[in-house]
């Protein structure tokens, strides 16, 4: 700390503790002002001038410093002053004072907080410059808050000085008024309508206040456009994947009119070309490995003739099996509308439909946009002319690439890679970052890597492509490594860097709705978009990808447009699980150590090798591990991580245990069947209460058994 910024601290604390020691608080109170009220009436009459400035520098020293008493100060000024002088040396009084705490604040901290919590404070800051003022105003609105702490608070914040004077100047002057005028009251010290009255607007000014911002706010964004003067819809849902699908059935279930308009196929990746599909193919890629694995189940042998394009016809008929439940017939049985054509958002209310029978204009109270995602094409010199397939294309595929380079190593590009090295193709991964699955623990990643060289996967790790081409025939990746180039020919290329939002064709760019730096479609907590009625849930929304979060906002988007009126509901991202469906399997919830250290957060880990478990050893599957983060000390879960088989069907324990707040100890006291996978879990648990274990008191006990030996 400077000599500047140390002489501010002595100069504040010498204050404050000069305001306690000499009990200064005792004078701020209404029982002082009745003793001394008369003293205090007179000279005010005879002082006018000198009686307002001594009091604006004590409520501006108060407030400046932060101490108790503002609140008091307020109602004495009604009392003494009147309603109107009250209000007027209150309101500046109170917002210079707070301008210093502010400044205050800002010189003292700003620097030291935005170093130690960065990573948190990003996201804070960019609200803050983008939309401070109307945050600030919010918060002054609402007496609840505490307003010495939004002093502190805002300057640790990127608002400007004049900014934060003239919002506070602003925003606080609703709630001056009402105290002054309390105090007025105050000054007769009977209990009055007029006094019941006040305090009855301060309780009811924090829902008026939030009403009357929402409106303001919502006033200006609808200005440029007509609203209709009825709605043929409640609620109409553009896109037909995970996310529209369960928004449309949570509308038809509550009887609300919707319409579901998909452009494509009804069940949108998931169906079509994801979950299902992949994991068709990942089970047929799975019987393969355990025929080849045949000897050490004591069979001397065993093998499988297969044709790759019966596979992938396999995969197809999956698709077709899961298909109804999905389909335009089950939704309309349910009482939904379903429309197939490209919709286009022509205001905060209409929707325009082209399809087949020619356009629509339908209008709606509310809009759930569930656009979905696509894969990423990187924009890498010769792709297009080498050729590529992704996520979506590759189901097409009927002959095994000889030679393929999967380029990527997120779950996505992992999960495929094993698929075809099992089929039989020479496989080559290409990652660019130091290791495959980036987003979980090192030693998870290397035990997933391990097993694909293992399995003949050549994995190329912190290799970045550079160029494609075509030399003599033959394709050919150009990729650098430690500042080396590095060549590897290859005959089919499957692209596999990860997934975009859909946010064009549909008519964001000419209402306006912003995107995030995500390139996602920018919401709130409660999923609106700058539109109140317009909403976003899904692979469009993020943060996350997964079918199952796709599902779990579209329940809060549905909900909050259908009854926000009456109640609307934060998304809730505090227990997000996924898998990743590789052999072995990954799957995880909450944090993992790297986050934790990442983020700061203290933890303590407990690891169970899967190599240890009976079931495990049985079925041949002796891998993998079970590692659990706890809050130091205590039992609390804060993130589970298990790699090994049937990982996603082990982690649900976990899962659930997080969201319900149930900690490691119940856990172990709950009885699993043996002999099961699920047992690691207990085992888990059962290390973690080892390590724990009150070695003081275990010597007590031991010496107990001792005597009671004789």
Known sequence: MNKGRLLVLLLIAALIAAFFAFDLHRTL?????RAQQAAIDGYVRTHPLTAAAAYFAIYVLVTGLSLPGAVVLTLVGGAIFGLLWGTVIVSF??????TLAFLASRFLLRDWVQGRFGDRMTPINRGIEKEGAFYLFALRLVPAFPFFLINLAMGLTPIRTWTFYWVSQIGMLAGTIVYVYAGTTLSEFRISIELILAFTLLGLFPLLAKKMLGSIKARKVYARWPRPARFER????????????????IAAAVKAKVTLIEKHRMGGDCLNTGCVPSKALIKSARLLAQIRRAPEFG????????DFADVMERVQRVVKAVEPHDSAERYRAL???????EARIISPWTVEVRGAGGVRVLTTRAIVIAAGARPIVPPIPGIEEVGYVTSDTVWGLRQLPKRLVVLGGGPIGSELTQCFARFGSQVTQVEMLPRILIREDPEISDLVMRQFQKEGVDVRVNHKAKAFRIENGEKVLIAE???????????????????IANTGGYGLEELGIPLSKSRTVESNEYLQTIYPNIYACGDVAGPYQFTHTASHQAWYAAVNALFGRVRKFKADYSVIPWATFTDPEVARVGLNETEAREKKIPYEVTTYGIDDLDRAIADGEAHGLVKVLTAPGKDRI???TIAGEHAGDLIIEFIAAMRHGIGLNRILRTIHIYPTLAEANKYAAGAWK???APAGLLKWVERYHAWMRG
Not at 29 to 33: A, G, I, K, S, V
Not at 93 to 98: L, M
Not at 299 to 306: E, L
């Open 29 to 33: 109170t209404l029982d002082t002002f």
């Open 481 to 499: 490594s430690d500042g080396r180039e590095v060549r590897i020919p290859f005959d089919q290329l499957l692209c596999a860097v990860g997934r």
């Open 638 to 640: 804060l993130g589970a």
């Open 299 to 306: 069979i001397r042998s065993a093998s499988a003739d297969f």
């Open 234 to 249: 409640n609620l109409i849902v553009i896109g037909a994947g995970s996310a529209g699908l369960v928004s449309a059935y």
């Open 335 to 341: 009482g939904v509308e379903c429309i197939e054509g």
């Open 93 to 98: 009084a109170s917002s210079i004072g707070a």
């Open 690 to 692: 080892r390590a724990h």
